[in-house]
């Protein structure tokens, strides 16, 4: 559980201190105020990096003079501390600087995000879908985050030499070895996932249409662990000719499927937007089944006030139980019908302030 939260130059707060106390809470207030970047800081804290920005610098007050900013909070009584300025990242743990992130992330907590714009799950590009295997992955498997940086330095680095005329295939053949080395062990590692998703998506899916719909996932790699290099020699004429990978892990697709039809395709807006809603509800429910760990943490982003009353019920009726839940939303008054349970605090220009009369 989440017991405080401290900012200092992230996004619009010059420096917000929020005591959480571990409980739920919903963040009120209008668009453009920085409900968001609430949730945005706690996702880089226990995780180290942001669902909505490309590099860590997006994340700095504008105003900032030292450009960078601070995140920090106590996540089940662990103080955790993290900094950012310039190309730096300054981590610690209960008062001990953490050199490497992967022993700081073995620190931290679990973290389920969900938006309104997970829609693009299921209507946008396969590199969405893999970012969301990748997400999931990295919190249950300690080497996966690692594997899965040096595979995608290597790939730029042999996409840059493959651009080369006449290409260097010595140096470029250097480059595929760590692509078949760290490549085999992603693939593996997401097939594995996609296996403990598959009944939780369904079981998910079925609950929010109430029984109407069949929601089916399948791991589509480009390549298969074990014929990664082969596939790789084949394709050096393709990937010569257009100066780029073309096979391998950051080719890999998930298959999304309604009632035996793509999602994407045939899928109208509310069984695409159920579909978006049952992945997440799969992945909180896979990390909250783990053992030895504690429950992850929900962030939930402006999704309750856009359900009709039978889709919120029954979301909310899905929802790990004893997880911590994070909220944002424009208007409080389908909180105070339902009752749900939390501190609530409003924001507003980049201030917070706890209101008394939570629902």
């Not at 078949?180 to 062990?185: A, I, T, W």
């Not at 609950?207 to 109407?212: F, I, P, R, T, V």
Request: hydrophobic share 35%; with cysteine.
């Amino acid at each position: 559980m989440l017991e405080s939260l401290q900012l200092r130059d992230f996004r619009c707060f010059e420096q917000a201190d929020l005591p959480l106390s571990g409980e739920d809470a919903i963040f009120v207030g209008q668009n453009a105020q920085g409900k968001t970047s609430i949730l945005e800081s706690v996702c880089v804290l226990l995780r180290l990096q942001s669902p909505r920005a490309t590099s860590m610098r997006e994340m700095a007050k504008f105003e900032s003079e030292s450009g960078g900013f601070f995140v920090g909070g106590t996540w089940a009584g662990r103080d955790l501390k993290f900094g950012f300025g310039g190309r730096l990242k300054r981590l610690s743990a209960d008062g001990e600087v953490v050199k490497r992130p992967s022993h700081y992330l073995a620190r931290s907590g679990r973290v389920v995000w969900m938006g309104n714009h997970d829609v693009q799950l299921v209507r946008g590009r396969g590199d969405g879908r893999r970012r969301y295997l990748d997400f999931i992955a990295s919190q249950l498997f300690p080497e996966y985050l690692v594997a899965l940086r040096s595979y995608e330095r290597a790939v730029r680095a042999r996409n840059n030499l493959l651009k080369d005329y006449p290409v260097a295939w010595d140096q470029v053949d250097a480059y595929t070895e760590l692509l078949v080395r760290h490549g085999e062990m992603i693939t593996s590692r997401r097939a594995e996932l996609v296996d403990r998703l598959r009944p939780r998506v369904s079981e998910a899916g079925s609950h929010l249409s109430g029984k109407l719909e069949r929601q089916e996932i399948a791991y589509s790699p480009s390549a298969q662990p074990d014929s990664l290099a082969a596939v790789l020699e084949e394709s050096r004429e393709a990937d010569s000719r257009r100066g780029q990978t073309t096979v391998g892990p950051h080719r890999d697709e998930l298959q999304l499927e309604v009632d035996g039809r793509s999602a994407a395709r045939f899928g109208s807006e509310g069984q695409q937007r159920s579909f978006a809603l049952a992945l997440k509800l799969a992945q909180a429910r896979l990390l909250a089944d783990q053992d030895g760990g504690e429950r992850p943490i929900l962030l939930i982003d402006d999704v309750f006030g856009e359900l009709d009353v039978a889709r919120r019920n029954a979301l909310l009726d899905y929802l790990p139980k004893d997880s911590q839940k994070l909220i944002t939303t424009t208007h409080i008054d389908w909180a105070e019908r339902d009752g749900l349970p939390g501190r609530c605090f409003e924001v507003s220009g980049g201030g917070v302030t706890e209101q008394s009369d939570a629902p």
